[in-house]
Structures are given as structure tokens and as C-alpha cells.
């Protein structure tokens, strides 16, 4: 179930969780948390969810480093209504995940090294790296720098046979 915050015409936030009135840095942490919820506007009834979701990027985007430049909001801006707007969401959508998943095997495969010792860690950097001078220089291995062996048949040891002419 959603968590409930309502906006009051005073455009104060409502956490009915917490029975507290709340900030737009505590809805950011709310999103941050992975909390589900939805804002709605006490008088209407409506669902201003997106509405403050956008107010808490735009203050965003007014401090520190931007995501979006000036051109990419004008973009975005032209966007809307035409043919395309369908096509962008779901570009943006699409786009968006895949870059969420990035970032999560990034973190794990980072987690995963930093798990080992500085001397295991150096070891499987220098082993790959010796695997991968020595495909580059034809002396044996493949070119999968991840792989502990040589490929059956791609040793650097064979024989080299001529193709008929």
C-alpha cells in the first residue's frame, strides 16, 4: 500500500504515516528510501505526485551540478504534444533502467573486489593483464582477458598450417 502525504492549501506536506508534517527534503528521502507513495492535494483530490516529484528536481537542478542542460529542457519542452512524446517516455523509461542496473552491477562488482585483500586484488589485476599482453603479443591465450587459460587450439604453441594455394 502507497504511503499517504497529503498537501494542504497552506502547501504544507502531510506524512499520514507519521502523522507529521513534513518537507520537500523529507519526500526526497522518501524517494531515496525506495518508499512508495503518493501526494494529494487536499482541496482537489488530486494526484500531485509528478507535480512534486518535478518541484523537488527542479530545486535540484538549481543547486550544485545540473543533470539536464538548458538545450536538453528545451528538447524535452518540444517534445511535448508532438508524435514523439510517446517514443521519448518510453525511450527516457527504458533508458533510465537500463542505467539503474549499470550502476547496480557497477556497486556489486566493485563490493565483490573490495571484498578480496589488496595483494589477492593486485594478483587477479596483474594475472588479466599478463593474459591480455600476452594474447596482444601472439604468445598464447586468448583475447578474454577475464579467461585463466588458453583456448584448446589458440595456445601460440601450434604448428601453423598453410592454406592450400
Do not use: C, H
Amino acid at each position: 500500500m502507497k504511503r499517504l502525504i497529503k498537501k494542504y492549501p497552506n502547501r504544507r506536506l502531510y506524512d499520514t504515516a507519521i502523522s507529521s508534517y513534513i518537507t520537500l527534503a523529507d519526500v526526497k528521502n522518501l524517494v531515496l528510501d525506495g518508499v512508495d507513495f503518493e501526494v494529494i492535494d487536499t482541496k482537489t483530490k488530486a494526484d500531485i505526485t509528478r507535480s512534486v516529484l518535478l518541484q523537488i528536481i527542479a530545486e535540484e537542478e538549481q543547486e550544485g551540478e545540473p543533470i539536464f542542460s538548458t538545450e536538453l529542457l528545451a528538447k524535452v519542452i518540444r517534445a511535448y504534444g508532438g508524435n514523439e512524446q510517446d517514443m521519448l517516455t518510453s525511450f527516457l523509461e527504458k533508458s533510465m533502467q537500463l542505467w539503474m542496473e549499470q550502476q547496480r552491477l557497477f556497486r556489486e562488482q566493485a563490493r565483490t573486489l573490495m571484498e578480496g585483500t589488496p595483494m589477492s586484488m593486485l594478483a587477479q589485476i596483474a594475472e588479466r593483464n599478463l593474459a591480455f599482453w600476452q594474447a596482444m603479443a601472439g604468445l598464447g591465450g586468448d583475447m578474454d582477458p577475464g579467461r585463466r587459460s588458453p583456448s584448446p587450439g589458440r595456445g601460440g604453441n601450434e604448428p601453423k598450417q598453410r592454406s592450400p594455394r
